[in-house]
């Protein structure tokens, strides 16, 4: 996705435009995509491109903004120089007063296994990629978070669990849901009829 997206700027540098609008560029990329903007960035100030880089991610927008707008319902409710700019300051402005309040959450009893993965390994994927050795469980009611920097199986546990893969015959237990959704990192490749 990341290698797309540079596509996607030569593309519009192509056509010779003077403005490069740049939605959520960073969405699908881990670190190497934003590497790859701090280098463009800075090619295109020099080249004289104006850039509208529009981000949710405020490290990254006082990294590589000069001025940052903030935008609430519509409407501009903050402008100033990045310099200015203070991430908690934005953070109020994006989200105003009122929703910083973190609204109460249920806590529903765990219930039965829904998922369970004990010792599984995958040693091939499409990319090359492998699992080794991992055990979870997933209950009714629960939410359990998977952190990992890109590119370290997350995509391959996801595709596993969902059905997408199967479990090396030697290696390790897996019960799944009959049927479970699937939402892909890269969706409009993997989960959009576009």
């Given at each position: 996705m990341g290698e797309r997206?540079?596509?996607e700027i030569l593309v519009a540098l192509s056509w010779g435009g003077r403005v490069v609008i740049l939605d959520e560029p960073t969405s699908a990329t881990g670190e190497s995509g934003l590497a790859f903007l701090r280098d463009a960035l800075e090619l295109l100030r020099k080249?004289?491109?104006?850039?509208?880089?529009?981000?949710h991610k405020l490290p990254e927008v006082l990294e590589l903004a000069d001025r940052i707008t903030v935008m609430r319902r519509g409407?501009?409710?903050?402008?100033?120089?990045?310099?200015?700019?203070?991430?908690s300051a934005l953070a109020r402005a994006m989200l105003g007063e009122a929703t910083l309040a973190r609204p109460a959450r249920t806590h529903n009893q765990a219930g039965e296994t829904v998922l369970g993965l004990e010792r599984v390994s995958?040693?091939?994927s499409e990319r090359g990629?492998?699992?080794h050795d991992v055990s979870?469980?997933?209950r009714r009611h629960e939410v359990l978070g998977i952190a990992g920097?890109?590119?370290n199986g997350q995509r391959e546990l996801a595709r596993l669990c969902a059905g997408l893969v199967d479990?090396?015959?030697?290696?390790?237990?897996?019960?799944?849901?009959?049927?479970?959704g699937y939402v892909a990192e890269d969706r409009s490749r993997d989960s959009l009829a576009l």
């Open positions: 997206q540079q596509l080249d004289g491109i104006g850039v509208v880089y529009i981000s409407r501009k409710v903050w402008e100033g120089a990045a310099v200015d700019a203070d991430a995958v040693r091939w990629r492998s699992l979870l469980e997933v920097v890109i590119g479990v090396d015959a030697d290696a390790g237990a897996l019960r799944r849901p009959a049927t479970a």
